[in-house]
């Protein structure tokens, strides 16, 4: 599997854990995840770049924009 495939599938799995609960941080995402916080931070301007949008609020949590 290429290195671009295996970003896509991460940042799939981000995004479908945000979409079920929205709100989690870094933190609490890469608990869920086994990686360190490090790790998902990395992972989001790659996301935006991959058409993720998200936005962090001023905690820290992480929230999907919405699609239309």
């Known amino acids: 599997m ?17 979409q079920d609960d929205p709100g989690q941080s870094a933190r609490e995402i890469a608990d869920k995840l086994g990686v360190a916080p490090t790790t998902i931070t990395r992972a989001l301007p790659g996301m935006e770049e991959s058409g993720v949008l998200l936005y962090e609020d001023e905690k820290g949590r992480l929230w999907p924009f919405k699609r239309k």
């Open 2 to 18: 290429g290195v671009w495939r295996k970003k896509q599938d991460d940042y799939a799995e981000i995004e479908r854990m945000l």
